[in-house]
């Protein structure tokens, strides 16, 4: 079963389209979600943690809020240099592991 | 900071050959994970240490593959013998133990086998 699940798969926006990205969690216990971008042959690059429910942040266009169950990344007004892949990735009070969703390659067009 | 190094950042290899990617974490990171990357699979765990002492290697595919962790500094990953499925991104990653448990990533070693 997987631990962490990403919709879409992919995303293509229009420069200026505002959308959501959505990361599901299926276990209990949570101790931290995690939010990275990944740009092509880079490593994943740190953007936010999240511990609970009702926690927001923000960064320039994007925000990232988590409820009981997911976590939502809020793209506003994006731009080309948002395109990437976003990863998501949840920490549980038992064990070290990070658990990680395979992603939502996100596109936007000028 | 420097970051998490990794190296070498591309290996091309033949089959049978053994392979050998280094990490060196962030100074102070006391946890140290080892992924591997592919379009099919994702980003999969294949073994992290705590204090230098491997926790948890129940993702390392097969005995082919090998970890060490010698000092708080430096960590192998070994493939004896490589397969060309072997083929994929090594990513390592280290995180300090506490309220932020931040994971940070190096750039990742890509590895070709033949």
């Known amino acids: 079963e997987d631990q962490v699940t990403q919709s879409p798969e992919a995303l293509r926006l229009q420069e200026g389209e505002s959308s959501s990205l959505n990361c599901s969690y299926t276990v209990s216990g949570l101790r931290g979600l995690f939010w990275y971008r990944q740009d092509p042959g880079k490593g994943p690059e740190f953007l936010f943690t999240?511990?609970?429910a009702g926690e927001e942040k923000e960064k320039e266009r994007l925000k990232a809020t988590l409820t009981k169950k997911e976590s939502f990344l809020h793209i506003t007004a994006p731009k080309p240099e948002d395109s990437a892949t976003y990863l998501c990735a949840v920490r549980y009070h038992t064990g070290n592991q990070f658990y990680f969703g395979t992603g939502t390659s996100l596109t936007v067009i000028p | 900071d420097a970051g998490v190094i990794q190296s070498p950042r591309h290996e091309v290899t033949e089959m049978g050959q053994e392979v050998t990617l280094r990490c060196k974490p962030i100074?102070?990171?006391?946890?140290l994970f080892w992924y591997r990357q592919t379009m099919m699979r994702g980003l999969e765990l294949l073994i992290y240490?705590?204090?230098?002492?491997?926790?948890?290697d129940s993702g390392m595919p097969e005995d082919r593959f090998s970890a060490k962790m010698p000092n708080a500094s430096f960590s192998t990953l070994k493939i004896q013998p490589s397969e060309p499925r072997d083929s994929a991104v090594y990513f390592c990653a280290s995180t300090r133990t506490g309220a932020a448990e931040t994971q940070y990533f190096g750039p990742g070693t890509r590895l070709l086998v033949l």
């Open positions: 100074s102070g990171h006391n946890s």
């Open positions: 999240l511990y609970s």
């Open positions: 240490f705590n204090n230098n002492v491997p926790i948890d």
